[in-house]
């Protein structure tokens, strides 16, 4: 099993920003294709955006996209996601998930392979 760590989650008031970091000690995120999803108490988990590993494509989820911003860094292994103009129903635990198929550009659950423990991100006033 891949083991992938998230990190940046916290608290921050609407509007405010946020960046979360994935990161792996195990192969080079740029051969795999990265997502971040999210999952709120009592509902699914849902793809939030994710880049290939082929060719740094990327894609959003219609509820954050001109908000977030996906980017990876090669030299320090580690795909980010920035998060602007938060909003309280952006509250959820972040997970991380990467994939070998480097050309897989997706935001489903089942596609994904491997999986971080999640970081925690609440917006609230």
């Known amino acids: 099993q891949v083991q992938l760590v998230e990190s940046g989650g916290g608290l921050v008031q609407p509007g405010g920003s946020l960046r979360l970091s994935c990161t792996t000690s195990?192969?080079?995120?740029?051969?795999?294709?990265t997502g971040w999803f999210r999952q709120a108490p009592g509902k699914e988990r849902e793809g939030v955006s994710c880049i290939s590993g082929s060719d740094g494509h990327t894609s959003y989820a219609d509820s954050v996209k001109g908000r977030f911003t996906i980017f990876r860094d090669n030299a320090k292994n580690t795909v980010y996601l920035q998060m602007n103009s938060l909003k309280p129903e952006d509250t959820a635990v972040y997970f991380c998930?990467?994939?070998?198929?480097?050309?897989?550009?997706?935001?489903?659950?089942?596609?994904?392979?491997?999986w971080g423990q999640g970081t925690q991100v609440t917006v609230s006033s």
């Open positions: 195990e192969f080079s995120l740029d051969y795999y294709t």
């Open positions: 998930a990467a994939d070998p198929h480097s050309e897989l550009l997706s935001l489903n659950v089942i596609d994904f392979h491997s």
